[in-house]
T-cell receptor
Framework: DQQVKQNSPSLSVQEGRISILNCDYTNSMFDYFLWYKKYPAEGPTFLISISSIKDKNEDGRFTVFLNKSAKHLSLHIVPSQPGDSAVYFCAASARGGSEKLVFGKGTKLTVNP | DVKVTQSSRYLVKRTGEKVFLECVQDMDHENMFWYRQDPGLGLRLIYFSYDVKMKEKGDIPEGYSVSREKKERFSLILESASTNQTSMYLC????????????FGSGTQLSVL
């Protein structure tokens, strides 16, 4: 049973436009959410996170939105750049889960010049 | 910066061989994790450890074991490698508190022939 779902395996956008990556979760115990970025043949690197007490967190070109009632979060990248092309993983942890992260299957983002 | 080092970037082994994947972190982190990444399946947790000599099964522990004799080192062992264990293996570490991110190594791409 998949607790964290990224329903779009891939997304293609033009440079300069907005990229929106979506993630849904089913476990109501999740209270901390993270996005990781992964290039081929490298380990994932942390991008941005959000706690369930917030509904938005921003870091430069990256913004994460959390809709707790819908159990949905999204990552917005504005403006998108070719270097953003990577696989993006959504992850979640539960209260007291002490970093035991549950990951989605990932969305491959391609930003075309 | 936190450094998580995995001993090999690429490994080729034969079916039935015993395989050791080593991971070392340099930030005195309490928690260490082993994930595997497969196309279309995302990152799946194999084993994790909250302390020296402590280990807990993740979601897919079958066919694997782990060892944590020192705080900085966490080893993944494939007792008898099989072709369905061909995968990218990712080690991660974290401080052991809630709402914290994990730091990942660069990964080991293991091929079992």
């Amino acid at each position: 049973d998949q607790q964290v779902k990224q329903n779009s395996p891939s997304l293609s956008v033009q440079e300069g436009r907005i990229s929106i990556l979506n993630c849904d979760y089913t476990n109501s115990m999740f209270d901390y959410f993270l996005w990781y970025k992964k290039y081929p043949a490298e380990g994932p690197t942390f991008l941005i996170s959000i706690s369930s007490i917030k509904d938005k967190n921003e870091d430069g070109r990256f913004t994460v939105f959390l809709n707790k009632s819908a159990k949905h979060l999204s990552l917005h990248i504005v403006p998108s750049q070719p270097g953003d092309s990577a696989v993006y993983f959504c992850a979640a942890s539960a209260r007291g889960g002490s970093e035991k992260l549950v990951f989605g299957k990932g969305t491959k983002l391609t930003v075309n010049p | 910066d936190v450094k998580v080092t995995q001993s090999s970037r690429y490994l080729v082994k034969r079916t039935g061989e015993k395989v050791f994947l080593e991971c070392v972190q340099d930030m005195d982190h309490e928690n260490m994790f082993w994930y595997r990444q497969d196309p279309g399946l995302g990152l799946r947790l194999i084993y994790f450890s909250y302390d020296v000599k402590m280990k807990e099964k993740g979601d897919i522990p079958e066919g694997y074991s782990v060892s944590r004799e020192k705080k900085e080192r966490f080893s993944l062992i494939l007792e008898s490698a099989s072709t369905n264990q061909t995968s990218m293996y990712l080690c991660a570490s974290g401080r052991g508190s809630t709402n914290e991110k994990l730091f990942f190594g660069s990964g080991t791409q293991l091929s079992v022939l």
